[in-house]
């Protein structure tokens, strides 16, 4: 797996978990 993959997949996660885990302490843009 090349690291653009990695950082790629890392994005995605903290978007999700900030999208849809409800925790205002993490991930982009906020709550």
Same mark, same amino acid.
């Given at each position: 797996?090349? !690291?653009?993959? =990695?950082?790629?997949?890392? =994005? !995605? $996660?903290?978007?999700? $978990?900030?999208?849809? +885990? %409800?925790?205002?302490? $993490? %991930?982009? +843009? %906020?709550?």
């Amino acid at each position: 797996m090349s !690291a653009a993959s =990695l950082v790629l997949i890392l =994005l !995605a $996660v903290a978007i999700f $978990v900030d999208s849809y +885990g %409800g925790a205002e302490d $993490v %991930g982009i +843009g %906020g709550t």
